[in-house]
Nanobody, 117 residues
Framework: QVQLVESGGGLVQAGGSLRLSCAAS????????MGWYRQAPGKQRELAAL???????NYSDSAKGRFTISGDAAKNMLYLQMNSLKPEDTAVYYC???????????WGQGTQVTVSS
């Protein structure tokens, strides 16, 4: 089992910044990919950014150039730095971890990000 706890969400004005954090614990040794997903009201959950254990990074088109994903393996932490936020970035942001051995996805409880215009 892997536990993920997000923090750092909140209310920010358009153009502002937020940094999300995700603390991972439990059986993280077979986790080889982590990412941030988001879900806006009435919409499907979508990928924002992901990072592999090898250091590969992918961003959604909407996140490119504004969001930066990073990890601190020593602290079992995942981060998402979000700059130049837009009202359309308003969503619940979820931390995700993928266990490649058991092919399992783990999710945090989510943290609300609200961007006012």
């Amino acid at each position: 089992q892997v536990q993920l706890v997000e923090s750092g969400g909140g209310l920010v004005q358009a153009g502002g910044s937020l940094r999300l954090s995700c603390a991972a614990s439990g059986n993280i040794f077979s986790i080889n990919r982590m990412g941030w997903y988001r879900q806006a009201p009435g919409k499907q959950r979508e990928l924002a950014a992901l990072i592999t254990r090898a250091g590969g990074i992918n961003y959604s088109d909407s996140a490119k150039g504004r969001f930066t994903i990073s990890g601190d393996a020593a602290k079992n932490m995942l981060y998402l730095q979000m700059n130049s936020l837009k009202p359309e970035d308003t969503a619940v942001y979820y931390c995700n971890a993928y266990d490649s051995n058991y092919r399992l996805d783990y999710w945090g409880q989510g943290t609300q990000v609200t961007v006012s215009s």
